[in-house]
Protein backbone atom coordinates (compact mmCIF):
# COMPACT_ATOMS: atom_id res chain seq x y z
CA UNK A 1 0.00 0.00 0.00
CA UNK A 2 1.69 3.64 -1.02
CA UNK A 3 0.71 6.18 0.57
CA UNK A 4 2.04 8.99 -0.99
CA UNK A 5 0.95 10.18 -4.46
CA UNK A 6 3.07 9.63 -7.44
CA UNK A 7 1.60 12.47 -9.10
CA UNK A 8 2.66 16.03 -7.81
CA UNK A 9 0.27 18.89 -8.71
CA UNK A 10 1.98 21.16 -12.01
CA UNK A 11 2.42 24.36 -10.81
CA UNK A 12 2.27 27.66 -13.20
CA UNK A 13 5.31 30.22 -13.52
CA UNK A 14 3.52 32.66 -11.78
CA UNK A 15 2.21 30.38 -8.85
CA UNK A 16 6.04 29.69 -8.39
CA UNK A 17 7.10 33.35 -8.64
CA UNK A 18 3.94 34.52 -6.02
CA UNK A 19 5.61 31.64 -3.41
CA UNK A 20 9.16 33.09 -4.26
CA UNK A 21 7.64 36.93 -3.66
CA UNK A 22 6.00 35.94 -1.03
CA UNK A 23 9.45 34.33 1.26
CA UNK A 24 11.02 37.36 -0.14
CA UNK A 25 8.32 39.72 1.75
CA UNK A 26 8.98 37.36 4.81
CA UNK A 27 12.71 37.95 4.85
CA UNK A 28 11.73 41.65 4.73
CA UNK A 29 9.37 41.17 7.85
CA UNK A 30 11.40 39.61 9.62
CA UNK A 31 13.98 41.62 9.27
CA UNK A 32 11.93 44.81 10.37
CA UNK A 33 10.67 42.83 13.28
CA UNK A 34 14.30 42.26 14.12
CA UNK A 35 15.32 45.93 14.15
CA UNK A 36 12.55 46.18 16.08
CA UNK A 37 13.87 43.85 18.84
CA UNK A 38 17.03 45.38 18.32
CA UNK A 39 16.19 48.80 19.30
CA UNK A 40 14.19 48.22 22.17
CA UNK A 41 16.72 45.87 23.94
CA UNK A 42 19.35 48.28 23.34
CA UNK A 43 21.24 46.65 20.64
CA UNK A 44 21.24 49.11 18.06
CA UNK A 45 20.88 53.41 18.14
CA UNK A 46 24.01 53.20 20.33
CA UNK A 47 21.22 52.03 23.56
CA UNK A 48 19.39 55.21 22.87
CA UNK A 49 15.99 53.67 21.47
CA UNK A 50 15.58 51.22 24.67
CA UNK A 51 12.07 50.84 25.67
CA UNK A 52 12.28 52.23 28.81
CA UNK A 53 13.95 55.32 26.69
CA UNK A 54 11.24 56.05 24.11
CA UNK A 55 8.63 57.93 24.27
CA UNK A 56 4.97 56.72 24.83
CA UNK A 57 4.05 56.68 20.73
CA UNK A 58 7.50 54.89 20.30
CA UNK A 59 6.76 52.69 22.92
CA UNK A 60 3.14 51.46 21.43
CA UNK A 61 4.79 51.34 18.05
CA UNK A 62 7.80 50.10 18.00
CA UNK A 63 6.56 47.29 20.29
CA UNK A 64 3.49 46.59 18.43
CA UNK A 65 5.08 46.19 15.26
CA UNK A 66 8.34 44.05 16.53
CA UNK A 67 5.37 41.27 17.70
CA UNK A 68 3.59 42.31 14.44
CA UNK A 69 6.06 42.00 11.50
CA UNK A 70 7.78 38.18 12.77
CA UNK A 71 4.31 36.83 13.00
CA UNK A 72 3.79 38.58 9.23
CA UNK A 73 6.95 36.67 7.95
CA UNK A 74 5.86 33.29 9.20
CA UNK A 75 2.51 33.49 7.83
CA UNK A 76 3.83 34.74 5.02
CA UNK A 77 6.84 31.91 4.18
CA UNK A 78 4.17 29.27 4.85
CA UNK A 79 2.20 30.98 2.27
CA UNK A 80 -0.94 31.17 5.01
CA UNK A 81 -3.76 33.27 3.46
CA UNK A 82 -3.68 35.27 6.90
CA UNK A 83 0.24 36.40 6.00
CA UNK A 84 -0.61 39.03 3.48
CA UNK A 85 -3.40 40.22 5.97
CA UNK A 86 -0.50 40.72 9.12
CA UNK A 87 1.39 42.10 6.30
CA UNK A 88 -0.76 44.31 5.61
CA UNK A 89 -1.51 45.51 9.30
CA UNK A 90 1.67 46.10 9.77
CA UNK A 91 2.77 48.07 6.86
CA UNK A 92 -0.10 50.40 7.39
CA UNK A 93 0.80 50.80 10.96
CA UNK A 94 4.25 51.65 9.57
CA UNK A 95 2.51 54.18 6.84
CA UNK A 96 0.43 55.65 9.56
CA UNK A 97 3.55 56.22 11.52
CA UNK A 98 6.16 57.74 8.88
CA UNK A 99 3.36 59.29 6.95
CA UNK A 100 0.39 60.92 8.37
CA UNK A 101 2.32 60.89 12.19
CA UNK A 102 5.54 62.56 10.45
CA UNK A 103 5.59 64.87 13.28
CA UNK A 104 5.87 62.47 15.81
CA UNK A 105 8.06 59.53 14.25
CA UNK A 106 10.00 61.46 11.70
CA UNK A 107 9.95 60.35 7.98
CA UNK A 108 11.35 57.60 6.13
CA UNK A 109 10.24 57.44 2.64
CA UNK A 110 12.19 54.27 1.73
CA UNK A 111 9.90 52.43 4.25
CA UNK A 112 6.56 54.21 2.51
CA UNK A 113 7.81 53.31 -1.09
CA UNK A 114 9.03 49.90 0.17
CA UNK A 115 5.28 48.93 1.81
CA UNK A 116 3.90 50.60 -1.72
CA UNK A 117 5.93 48.83 -4.17
CA UNK A 118 5.10 45.34 -2.83
CA UNK A 119 1.14 46.04 -2.44
CA UNK A 120 1.37 46.84 -6.28
CA UNK A 121 3.49 43.50 -6.89
CA UNK A 122 0.82 41.38 -4.12
CA UNK A 123 -2.23 42.75 -6.22
CA UNK A 124 -0.70 42.37 -9.91
CA UNK A 125 0.48 38.59 -8.41
CA UNK A 126 -3.64 38.54 -7.72
CA UNK A 127 -4.72 39.55 -10.82
CA UNK A 128 -2.53 37.19 -12.73
CA UNK A 129 -3.48 33.82 -10.64
CA UNK A 130 -6.98 34.86 -10.90
CA UNK A 131 -6.61 35.13 -14.55
CA UNK A 132 -5.06 32.29 -14.65
CA UNK A 133 -7.32 30.37 -12.90
CA UNK A 134 -10.29 31.53 -14.86
CA UNK A 135 -8.06 30.54 -18.23
CA UNK A 136 -7.77 27.15 -17.07
CA UNK A 137 -11.28 26.78 -16.14
CA UNK A 138 -12.56 27.62 -19.54
CA UNK A 139 -14.00 30.99 -19.00
CA UNK A 140 -11.03 33.23 -20.58
CA UNK A 141 -10.25 31.72 -23.92
CA UNK A 142 -6.98 33.66 -25.50
CA UNK A 143 -7.48 33.96 -29.05
CA UNK A 144 -4.07 33.47 -30.92
CA UNK A 145 -3.65 34.70 -34.51
Known sequence: MELDSTQTPKRSLTEITYVIFLRMVAIACLWFGLQYWGML?????SGYARF????????????????????AALGLWLG?????VIWLI???????MFGVWSNIFGTNAIVLILHASVALVFIAFRLALWFEKRQARGEITVDSP
Do not use: C, I, M, N
Open 80 to 84: GSWGP
Open 41 to 45: VGLTH
Open 52 to 71: DLLSLPWRTASSTLAVVFPV
Open 90 to 96: AATGQAL
